[in-house]
């Protein structure tokens, strides 16, 4: 296989009865997913996509966001999957740098959309909810062309959270991707018998990646949009789900939640967990309380998935990412590059068939600092173990983890600059006992202003986990004599 | 310690990290301090609270102004202790 389409039609014919999708009580088939894909190839075709054009993904984790992934594949294009939880500001910024023709949504962000877009920049195509112009029991009345594809064609655009104010765009192709699924199913050995949950959302690389390895194998994906904690234990348990991509701070709420009785997770094999570190106190919780060890996972937007620990021995090593997937090299190197021993400290750089071949589109000299002789220098800081497993100790670069979500401070810090009143701004990450953080921003204004005042500026603007919840009012902010923001004593 | 100042206790060690107590009162709109905004963070707020008071909190029960003030909170876990006798 070395295209997407390929991977899908290999599972589509291999597995046509096999359970592919449930969203709420609609269940459906891999070959119903085939012509539901198909169906939406041939609208995306009669309104005149073609090879190369890009198109935004605004869906939840659906049915329709699978079909929207495979379809738009089908024809050649370039999926840009955007979080619909992002606010004005960010719909604007993803979908006009991304290039892309059409945007994919559901009919309750259309008023949004509307407003954002003025006629002419960019079609909206509804295809979930109200105002639908496709839905998934649309026949397919008009056929398309699928053209000849490259592996080498590009088939996704994903956004990595940088420290320069702007996420940063990175193209991974077609290749990239059918060596994801399959560094990350040949590791982790699933089937077509797994029953996978997605509450996570598939918007996002973490999601992403467990996405496109279900369908390679024919495997369920059990798609929810909202991480209610008793709807997920009551699927866990009568949908028999076997693997659980989460983050930790939905396994230490599932693990701290009361229960009137005790459930039954028996068919829970495998529970991921990603995005930020996972604390020892939450992984022994879980596993107390339900009987299976949380494993950490560890990738990016560069490259997919780099490690998971699947180790025998989790007790011991809980607090590792584990060791590289299948193809996947990683070293440590030193500040000059150079590869470090074992157990010593260093920028934990990785080799991947499953990375981007042409780095941060736009960004040459962000590209050449981190993208250097095949290696992705990843910014964080770790070791490995004599058994190969990989620690994460820090990180070089500057951005807050939030329940897994990266804040760009320098991102907020702009937005708040937006302001009539804000004359200068700080933001930054606040670490608390337990390792959680918190966005704190600290402001220097013309006027009064209040907490209120910032709060409601902010909510109109970005995602809400982008927020500051501490805000500091000073008169000026520390500086070094070069003027550089002294952030460390703002905290 | 009363229902109003055990659920400020839990909001300055979750919530509002870094928060001064003294700086809440029972009526101040938490929306300014960002509660209530972020899903998984309001989730983990609803756990903190169950294991304060030893109670179940039903999610579905919760609105946006179960969250509004302190005194709203303590009124919606009241409610659930004298439910309980």
Known sequence: MNTVRELFVNSTSRFPDNPAVIEGDIRITYKELASITDSLSSFLYSKGLKKGDAVSILLPNSIEFVAAFFAISNL????????????????????????????????????????????GDVRIAVVKGDYSEWGISSPDVHGFNPPAIDSSDEAIYLYSTGSTGRPKRVSRTHKNLVALADNHTETVGWTDKDRILFTVPISHTYGFGNFISAVKIGALIYVINEFNRNHVLDLLEKELITVFPAVPVMLDVLA??????????????????????????????????????????????????????????????FNSVGRPVKNVVVEIRDENGNKLALNEVGEIAVKSPSMTTTGYYGLPEETEAVFKNGYYFTGDLGRIDEDGFIYITGRKKLFINISGNKVDPVEVENI????DSIKEAAVLGITDNGGSESVKAVIVCDGELKREDI????????S???????????????????????REELK | MGTEDRVKKILTENSLKGVSPEELRVDTPLIEYGVGLDSVATLALLVALEEEFQIRIDESGITSETFETIQSISNHVNSIVQGAF
Not at chain 1, 90 to 107: D, M, R, T
Not at chain 1, 285 to 293: E, I, Q, S
């Open chain 1, 76 to 119: 050649g294009a370039i999926s840009v999957p955007i979080n619909t939880a992002y606010k004005k500001e960010e719909i604007s910024f993803y979908v006009k740098h991304s290039l892309s023709n059409i945007i994919l949504a559901e009919g309750k962000l259309k008023p949004l959309l509307d407003e954002i877009f003025k006629e």
């Open chain 1, 256 to 317: 701290k939640t009361y229960l009137p009785e005790p459930k039954d997770l028996s068919s829970l094999k495998l529970v991921l967990s990603a995005g930020a570190p996972l604390p020892e106190r939450t992984f022994r919780a879980f596993r107390d309380k339900y009987g299976v060890y949380p494993r950490q996972l560890y990738g990016s937007s560069e490259t997919g998935v780099i490690s998971i620990n699947l180790g025998a021995g989790i007790e011991g090593t």
């Open chain 1, 416 to 419: 708040l600059l937006m302001h």
């Open chain 1, 455 to 462: 709060i409601k500026f902010c909510r109109d603007r970005v």
């Open chain 1, 464 to 486: 809400e986990f982008k927020i500051p919840r501490i805000i500091e009012f000073r008169d000026e902010l520390p500086r070094s004599p070069t003027g550089k923001v002294l």
